[in-house]
């Protein structure tokens, strides 16, 4: 039976039988003495209040906090808003656990997005980075994260596979931009791209939840990405390609002056053109997808502008509805 | 008889009768009593120091502080440098002065790069914003100080010609960024990024020198944007076409937020998809070009750092010799 | 029948029959089943929390939220607190509304803050001044907004007509220090006071609720202002009086450096006298403003200190009463 | 003889004999093995270079750097600029030295100052701070100081007398603004703008030259000024007057918190209604009087900004001579 | 009957007849019309919600909110947490209130920390800072206040007798310094940290629960505890011992400067070596503290990393229980 | 024949014959159309002007600009200071130069403070760690950089061996400073003390002047000192030694965030306690190194403050002579 979403939820009566993350539980006595449970359900599309009557305080603890349970139950209103009416409910086991239902995921497909990123670097010609991208080609655990790791835990591509696809917008900006402008290096600007944000798959948690490892709070992507970079460049020199450590330095450049200034955590200021290159498009990628994310998510359609945001110091604005260009589908 | 300029000054007994700026003068006596002048003789290249024996108190008066003078001389070794012996000296008249000997000039033809402007601008749309264009295209003027303009008195594009030069860069950028970020509207950012530095024709003086005006120091090129768009609506509206205010408003805003930030003295932050790229787009532009020219101004081309430097809070990377791609011109 | 403020709604029993704004309502089942409301009652003194026993889902639906409501009900108490039980609701139409009702209003009489400003600018002495001037009082619309407007959102003089209070509390101080400073150009000064927050006649939003316009949130008071001052330097000209640009200059700088840092919004500096005097009495009067209004309308009225503040950064003191001179008043 | 100052030594051949002070001196070998000085001779109104012929290095020892010399020469001219051809000079004795010719000296008369502050101050009311006054009046050292001491080292009214006059030019401004904002506690105002800056009578040397003395550097002058009160409260209060503690927290305030924010040196943001007052007024004074004497003194009369100026951030705008009211000084 | 504290009210059905104090009381009204209060108690160690079934407004008017209440009850259970159900209750007697068990304290004896301060400065030889020490050590009033203050109202060490720990863990610290570092003038930098923060005794408020007083929101602990140290040293003087006016600079210029940057409030830099030192190391004796504290604190034992921490800026780690070394204890 | 430094050339008279590094030369022509070179000359102890008449063309051009000449003359005077007359010069051979003349030195001898410096470490106590430093003791190379390198180009310990002889300082106080913090861990502490600036034997360059490698100014020392723990790590770990990744995590933290603030190029914020105390050590023993440094070498005995000093943003107090202990050394 295909699962219905929490957002789905909105018609009384509807039955549910199906796993649900329950991110805030608590057992309470009515007036009359007998037990009940309130909480909270979750999927990946938000969350729902639901209430259990006759409860046990077996139950209860037997139901994780934080974890999944298979719950049993009907669609009901309270105050204006549905609340799932449970009947009956139990912890899920590991197979009954579908990840993708419970982590928000991005619009496009990670195989798709990951060959046209390895298409887009084919253009790299030096056989040294020709040779650290084979490495990293063959490497399957690690394309295996970088197709599932978002880009960040919560401000821009905060979904499974997020980190791929701005990845590969800053990319298709690069590209176009190498076209503009001739003097800009496409090789170490290209690489330099793949690997700006490489170290998240590090830095970032994303099995059950979107947070940070260790290793991400006491070193950070940037200098995980370092340190990955090392390893491979390692890899190539065994493999019997030269690799200058000219070239390492100018890779290592571009992935600590990414964010471009002291205050965002980049350890060195951009000082070639490419990192100059790759901070902007780098930022701008990030920039508009949170733009755009928050435009189309904003909780009320009426209105012309979102609600404060803390990434743009304001509220953003969605725009005139009479200033559409009408045909501008067509037009594309 | 084509001028010979400083640069160009190397060989000892060179004659040479033009004129020069002179920015410093000085009358001295020597031990014996007689009166002779230094001084420092300047064109677009650069400057020579000059001196000339047996001067007057007269002749050293009529020679004007930062004017133009004609001079006759020939080129001599002092120091282990070049300088000018002059032999005979006089104030230039205007018609003997070409003020493009003496300011510096970008290395395209600003009537080519007009017409790719033009070209480019032509893909916008809304009927409103064409025949702003219109209005703008028809203003002769206005092209003239557009083709004229520095971008800014020292920072980047800094030659006549150079606001166009600039203007064009991020036109094709931008046109380069529409084709991957399709949500951009076009049309609004390409009219924004004809605009977004116009103000630069009122708030920079570039007949003699390059420096700020009254109003530039007053108001600033920003809000003269803003202006110059207010006289050029009303134009279109006195001709019939609607101009819905809705839409003025998002252009004032493009120009209003395009330095990004309230300390770079955009009173509006960017709140617009198309107001972030602009944003970003110029930035990326005139960086690029400011560090693209102070690699190849550096003085020394014998290291691989340029000398420190302010814009970018450190000394720019040239790059190893040893990583060219040696058959890069052909490739491209 | 006169209206009964919120503020005054405390004895239990006092029956209402009057407009309420309703800022927040929930539709609500109680255990036996019946539906009833709860919903919050607000004017400008206060809100007050209601119920009403025995609701439809019609009736809900019908109330507009943040809209008007006319209420039948009485007073009652409910957790050591006043509450009203509704009994009966219906939205209200236009004509039964009074706005100054809903929307704070300031202590003094617009019309007695007008004519005291006109008269302090009758102090100006250029005809081209005088005739800009001129234009302004004969603009009834302009008049009528900024009687009404409020000077700020939320941090000062926030009320209806706080803009013209503000504007003439600026007035007078500036004319007294003019007494002092014989150096100021009172007419420069006296102007750049009317003008300098004229622009949020049109930035700030004040028909139902106090909020930013879009052209507030895209362009800003600042630079509405300048285009305001060019709307009507235009006019004067056509009018065939002389308005030198010299002179627009220096009041555009008035405007535009107000603010005084660009970290403040202002995007230029001050660099007159005037422009320097202005950002201070500006940033005086609004100061003084906000710390008397935040000291009388603190919540503990047995504190010498007010709750932190973020305008002040810190808690503001109201005073030792045991300082107070006696006979303060008497001596004025 | 009176003294004919530097700024006035333009004629050549004019003739001086008197002091000055030897900022800088030289002792040098001609070509032919004779030993001449150059020197450089200042006074407050500026220094001029000069030159003796035949020196010993005898006499060049005995000419103390930094200290006062009797010179005996004439004008002469040298390189376009006046010179002073020394005939004779030895050290001069303490006698010969008028302080005031050689520290740069405010506009107007301290004596008249301090009658017009002591004027105002009759104003406050409260007999604590009355005794406290009693207590200031009395001082004559501390009136010496005052009427002596400079306002700043460089920044503002840097010349003897110049912290009587800010202080006095504050007060005049405080009593105006009283005037129109009726809830400013006036007592605590006035006395706060007297004790503002007095520290600085402890924290700036002007005996010789400007500077800043041990106790100035290691504690400064704003907890100088709060432990010159407690010297004063203590006074009055063993003199039989009660002076309440409440009292002195509230003056003590009034001069730490009156730079108004942390990073200029203020312990204590500023957070009752006259401290907020005083920071601005100070801040006022301050900018008005050093903007005045940037413009006044500036060296190219013909341009209408000043150079660029650090306090200002900026070039300040001398202002459009074509804009000036003809009878302005008829009409005050 | 010793007191069972809040945390300790775990067990169901335990009874408790003590006082606690009642931060919030509310009086409520049930379906069926009966009175009932729910209220918060609270003691140093926490806080617990209670309820009193057939209340009076009598008995909840006679309830001081913020005051301390005698409780009878017994211990229940409400949502999964302890609740106090409420027998019997009225306002506590001054003399039944132990104020310990409503402040936090910290884990030392503060005499035993007073003593062993003592004996540190014993190695101070200079006459005038030895009488200096003396003049502290008689004063009985200033002793209990440094036994019993916080050193902070919440960031580290606020707990009563916490200035005291604090000022002893600085002096431990600077002996162990001044072992290395010999340049150091160990007197000063000893009587410097005495005195330091001396002036909180009198900034912070600890009566009857934390807070400032009125001079430490006006004044601050930096120049209270400079005007501390000018009573202490005319005290000196007026026995008969020479205090050297630069000695007194220089440590008032320790206290002045000890917070390192005008930002946190200091008005001075540090100028001198032991300065530098005892800004260092009072930073870093409050920031180890309060990162041990939020170790030990962090609510949940489970995860590796406390909750985000503002004065840190981030998260703290905790450690890696999988490096401890397992003798450790036995090795110091 | 042992040298005599610049610092010692101040007999006229005395004869020089041995190297000089030459910074700055010029041929020059005399008025009798004779060539000459005027040049400076140092070593490690300062500057000196120097002449040689009678010069040829090809002469001036074998001296290498920046490069060493073997240098025969005598001492003279010019303008009250010596300068050398030049009697014959040549390029010298590498043979001839000793570089400890021509780069700054430290007061200690490197081989006793690394001898004193493993003896510290001796302390550190997991196998782990332990086999890490093993591998450090046992690279002779990187012993001979770590004796060698300078701590900054400029700031503090910029001499050769001052790389040393700061990590030892540092390691100094953290064993001074674990006495009294006992939960520090000692083992972590201490290598992050020797690692912390390790990366400097890369980032500076040091062989014939101080400056910034490539590498040093592309990835920076703080990265470099990641990289090169990771070559280590990888060394002990194929030694056969287990090396948790956590405790490589901690060491990484150490490293990273020991500037302590993101503005000062650290891309961590110190979250564990031993990297909070190695920040504050750090710093506090650079700053005073660099305090003494500046008091000890200031240029004017006379003053009791340094010049205005830019890492402290003021002149440092090199303190009252009248405070001195008499027999602070005896007692010491």
Redesign the interface.
């Known amino acids: 039976m295909p699962r219905t979403f929490v957002k789905q939820l909105t018609v009384p009566g509807t039955v549910v039988e199906q796993v649900f993350q329950v991110p805030a539980k608590?057992?309470?006595?009515s007036r009359k003495g007998s037990l009940f449970i309130t909480a909270r359900l979750r999927d990946r599309t938000g969350e729902v209040p639901a209430v259990m009557w006759d409860a046990t305080e077996a139950l209860?603890a037997a139901i994780p906090q934080d974890g999944y349970a298979l719950v049993q139950g009907r669609v009901d209103t309270?105050?204006?808003a549905p609340q799932v009416v449970i009947e009956a409910m139990r912890p899920a086991r590991d197979d009954e656990v579908t990840l993708a239902d419970f982590l928000p995921t991005g619009p496009g497909d990670p195989d798709v997005h990951l060959a046209r990123l390895k298409e887009i670097l084919q253009e790299v010609?030096?056989p040294a980075l020709r040779a650290l991208l084979d490495a990293v080609w063959a490497d399957d655990t690690l394309l295996a994260s970088l197709k599932r790791a978002p880009a960040a835990e919560r401000l821009h591509h905060a979904y499974l596979g997020g980190l791929l696809e701005h990845t590969l917008?800053v990319a298709?900006?690069a590209r176009?931009?190498c076209?503009?402008?001739?003097?800009?290096?496409r090789?170490l600007l290209l690489v330099g791209v793949l690997w700006h944000d490489l170290g998240k798959t590090r830095e970032l948690a994303y099995a059950e939840s979107f947070g940070y490892t260790?290793?991400g709070?006491?070193?950070?992507h940037?200098?995980q990405g370092?340190?990955m970079l090392?390893e491979r460049i390692a890899e190539v020199r065994s493999g019997g390609t030269e690799f200058?450590?000219?070239?390492a330095?100018?890779l290592?450049?571009l992935v600590?002056a990414h964010h471009g200034e002291?205050?965002?955590?980049?350890?060195?200021?951009?000082?070639?053109?490419e990192a100059?290159?790759l901070h902007?498009?780098d930022?701008?990628d990030a920039?508009?997808h949170a733009?755009?994310r928050n435009v189309d998510d904003d909780a009320d359609p009426n209105r012309?502008?979102t609600a404060w945001n803390k990434m743009?110091?304001?509220?953003?604005?969605k725009?005139?509805d009479?200033?559409d260009?009408e045909d501008e589908d067509a037009?594309?």
Chains 1, 2, 3, 4, 5, 6 share one sequence.
């Open positions: 608590s057992l309470r006595t209860f309270y105050n204006d010609r030096r917008g298709e900006a176009k931009l076209e503009h402008y001739h003097r800009l290096d090789d260790d290793a709070k006491l070193v950070g940037i200098v370092v340190l090392q200058p450590e000219e070239l330095h100018l290592r450049h600590l002291h205050a965002f955590g980049s350890p060195k200021l951009p000082m070639t053109a100059l290159a902007h498009l930022n701008l920039k508009l733009f755009w012309r502008w743009f110091s304001g509220a953003l604005f725009g005139f009479e200033l260009l037009a594309e």
